[in-house]
């Protein structure tokens, strides 16, 4: 292909642009310019930069009939666009510029968009990186999501309780997206199936339009840009007109309801959803909206015969959320093109394939077949055809299946659907080859592979940590943007007294600005010297906030006893939402919002010890809370953290992690080195032996000091009224499934571990390099590139 020679505006065209959008986009003289009306017109002026190679992929794409992925998740977390477009076209220098000409605040521009928060946590955020990186990597794809009018719940804390509230990222216009009227499609739900001359035909009861939204995802340096199609849900009929003139207003407008709620609101639970009607349609809505999407582009590129299919598309699912991809892909193939069975389950298996994103047997979706045959019943018929062929094919009659005990198992369909299944670290795929999916690795012994996660270089290095990148840039180069194993280029600056302190001056500055900023908000004043140590995630009992919330408490117990002590000033950082209807991850918010204000206002350890929980952990938050971090908090009993993405973007910002042998931490420690990483805790075959071991938790507490104070102090009324987290003691006490207290002392002497080492300020700085320098193998370029060659068996679009 020929190179690409496209001119870079100066700053001047970016102003001149900037203001011919405020007046003819925004209708908005400058003088009377809101920081709203100057975020759109900038926003408009970086997306027309977007559109031109948009516009000239896609043609490339469709002209040469090259290969595509498609990825299909009900979740993106994409957070902010502005800034992350700025950097990947390479304007960053020019917008500074134009900024200074219209005499705009940058921050105050880029802080005013709101996050785009259409997913929970890590699955969302890693299905967003891939986005970037797929478009980094000149790879023509698709995102297919869900356009939810409200993302997740926005989390304020009323006397330190979680409260949620509606978010509503739509009620103002979203720039990046461009609406596609023409792009609609019709999906059905209910009814009933009937065989009419040997063809089977499902009648829907009831239906809703999908309509495409269409945002481009630029990658790095512009060179491509893939498409994230959102659909939205529009009703068939706007409303009955008849019975509406018969004055029965809220009878007329139910096909309306019914298409509003679809795309209403994301489910705010990270593990599963408890069954609901309305999952499974959403569900449903976005995989059947795809899936014509995806049939209908390739009969205009490549005609009717659709045998050809896996060889230009393949179609990645993010967990079983999509699984109906399975059985609704060999509908269309049987009923509305009249392939055979067993032709189109092959063809489906050809093009599908699944990430498993979890172990936790919670976790796992299952929908009741009454549920399935009510909402889809055409799919129940096909789920029961496709579960009858495994049966046979693999001479397991009695064995392994899709159905049991009434249930559609949503894993178990995925798999038998797939090409290929992954897990998202080496660790997570191993246990899904031997415990989840043990007896199909058993039947499809090549099916599984692995593909660690990676996050997005230029997101979380480059734009969210401008002091570091810096340094890098004038250390080794601008090419580690693209390349992320050029960071290795570091190692050698590790015993270079010079670049350690440029490092510590750097890590310094975003401790700084976040001390001014989000915990000056909080009323906190930050010693900016202090070891920074961070754990944000989901609340969830598995990642153990409780764990870090106790040790808290039982260091400030031990400071109290010597307060002449050499104790390593720490300001311990907590973010993270908990699922509306997790009571207890709601009371460890409580807790620890409790504790923080008990020990915030104690002028005795108050040299040495501080908490804080900013509300409303988000992608923009975690943006400012990962480089100013000194310590990463990673600590999952193990086995149950499939990978984390979080944990890599902290080494990634020169963080060190104290973590247990869990996910992408094993991965981590062994290419920083175990020296460079604090590791504490029962390993994942340690921890499932312990948990058998009827009284454990009582055993553990017994044994240690540390833990028994914890709980004691809290049982004394010490942070507020003891009945308040009565749920928690009570399951520490009798139940503990994720093992809190059998890993209580080794973490604790951990800690102390970390305080020491930190006093070596040098020494810190060093392992902080090395952190950094050999975390290349984290860029989500990697992880794309291994689906690309063990799944999907794409290459990049010629020239790229
Ligand atoms: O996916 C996370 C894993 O916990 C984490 O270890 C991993 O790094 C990450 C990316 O692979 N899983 C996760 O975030 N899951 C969800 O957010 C989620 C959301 C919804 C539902 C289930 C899981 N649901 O059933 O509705």
């Known amino acids: 292909m020929r190179p690409i020679v496209t001119q870079l505006p100066s700053a001047q065209d970016l102003s001149d642009q900037i203001l011919h959008h405020l007046t003819h986009t925004q209708g908005r003289g400058p003088e009377f310019a809101t920081i709203f009306d100057w975020r759109l017109a900038i926003s408009y002026t970086i997306r027309d930069q977007i559109v031109t190679p948009w516009m000239r992929n896609h043609r490339t794409s469709r002209n040469q009939g090259l290969k595509r992925v498609y990825y299909l998740s009900m979740e993106f977390l994409i957070g902010r666009i502005l800034g992350d477009a700025i950097i990947n076209l390479g304007l960053d220098q020019q917008m500074d510029a134009a900024l200074d000409i219209l005499d705009l605040d940058k921050q105050a521009i880029l802080g005013d968009e709101p996050d785009a928060a259409l997913g929970n946590g890590g699955l969302g955020r890693l299905a967003a990186c891939f986005m970037e990186s797929l478009s980094t990597l000149g790879v023509p794809a698709y995102g297919y999501g869900i356009r939810y009018e409200h993302g997740l719940f926005r989390q304020r804390f009323e006397g330190g309780q979680q409260v949620e509230a509606p978010e509503d990222w739509l009620n103002q216009p979203h720039p990046w997206e461009f609406v596609r009227v023409d792009y609609s499609y019709e999906i059905g739900f209910k009814g ?21 939204y269409d ?23 706007l409303f009955d007109l008849h019975r509406f003139n018969s004055g029965d207003h809220a009878e007329a407008a139910k096909p309306e309801a019914l298409a509003r709620t679809l795309s209403r609101v ?40 659709l045998t050809g299919l896996p060889d230009k598309v393949a179609i990645q699912l993010n967990d079983t959320h999509p699984a109906i991809a399975g059985p609704e892909l060999i509908r269309l193939l049987m009923d509305e093109h009249g392939y055979g069975f067993p032709e189109a389950l092959q063809i489906a298996r050809a093009t599908l394939n699944y990430t498993n994103h979890t172990l936790l047997p919670e976790a ?49 369909l995925a798999f038998i659907m797939a090409n290929k299944v992954n897990g998202v ?69 590790a ?27 909080l009323g906190l004043k930050a ?29 400030w117990h031990r400071i109290h006893e010597s307060p002449n002590g050499d104790w390593t000033p720490r300001l311990k950082i907590f973010g993270g939402k908990a699922a509306p209807g997790y009571w207890l991850a709601k009371s460890v918010i409580h807790l620890i919002n409790d504790v923080a204000a008990t020990i915030n206002k104690d002028p005795v350890t108050a040299k040495y010890l501080q908490i804080a929980y900013p509300p409303n952990y988000n992608v923009s938050m975690a943006e400012k809370l990962i480089p100013a971090a000194d310590l990463s908090e990673q600590i999952s009993t193990a086995g149950k953290e499939a990978s984390g993405t979080g944990n890599m973007k902290f080494t990634m910002n020169g963080a060190l992690t104290i973590g247990t042998l869990d996910g992408a931490n094993v991965e981590i420690r062994e290419l920083v080195g175990p020296e460079n990483f604090f590791l504490f805790g029962l390993t994942a075959e340690e921890a499932a032996a312990e948990k058998a071991k009827p009284g454990h938790a009582r055993a553990a507490i017994e044994k240690s000091e540390n833990m028994k104070i914890a709980l004691q102090l809290i049982a004394e009324g010490r942070f507020g009224r003891a009945e308040s ?25 951990s800690q102390r571990q970390v305080d020491a080492a930190y006093r070596d300020t040098r020494d810190w700085d060093r392992m902080a390099v090395l952190n950094i320098a050999r975390s290349g193998y984290f860029s989500s370029d990697r992880t794309i590139r291994g689906y690309m060659a063990d799944i999907w068996h794409v290459e990049p679009a010629p020239g790229l």
């Open 192 to 212: 009933h199936v009937e065989t009419v001359d040997g063809r089977t035909v499902w009648h829907p009861g009831e239906s809703v339009i999908a309509r495409a």
């Open 215 to 237: 945002t481009p995802v630029v990658g790095w340096k512009g060179r491509w840009a893939n498409t994230l199609r959102l659909w939205g849900a529009q009703p068939t009929n």
């Open 266 to 305: 994301l489910y705010p639970d990270d593990t599963t959803d408890s069954g609901k009607e309305l999952r499974l349609k959403q569900e449903y809505f976005l995989t059947a909206a795809a899936l014509q999407d995806i049939l209908r582009r390739y009969m205009d590129e490549h005609g009717d015969d």
């Open 364 to 412: 796992l979706e299952r929908w009741s077949t009454w549920l399935m045959g009510r909402v889809l019943p055409r799919h129940l018929q096909i789920i029961e055809m496709i579960d009858a062929e495994h049966r046979t094919s693999t001479r397991r009659p009695g064995h392994v299946g899709i159905l049991k005990d009434d249930q559609v198992l949503m894993g178990e």
């Open 425 to 493: 670290s080496a660790l997570h795929t191993d246990l899904v080859r031997s415990t989840v999916f043990y007896d199909l690795n058993k039947l499809h012994g090549e099916k599984i592979v692995n593909e660690t996660n990676g996050v997005a270089p230029r997101r979380w290095l480059r734009m969210s940590n401008p002091p570091l990148a810096k340094l890098l840039d004038a250390t080794i180069g601008t090419e580690w943007t693209g390349d992320l194993d050029q960071l290795r280029l570091l190692e050698p600056h």
């Open 495 to 521: 015993t270079d007294p010079a670049f350690l302190d440029a490092l510590h001056a750097a890590k310094r500055q975003n401790k700084v600005a976040l001390s001014q900023g989000l915990l000056a908000d």
């Open 527 to 555: 010693d900016p010297d202090a070891l920074f140590d961070v754990q944000v995630k989901r609340m969830h009992e598995y990642k153990r906030q409780l764990l870090n919330i106790l040790e808290t408490i039982a260091l």
């Open 725 to 749: 987290y009565f749920s928690v003691l009570d399951r520490t006490w009798n139940d503990d499934p994720f093992l809190v207290a059998s890993d209580f002392d080794a973490y604790f002497d």
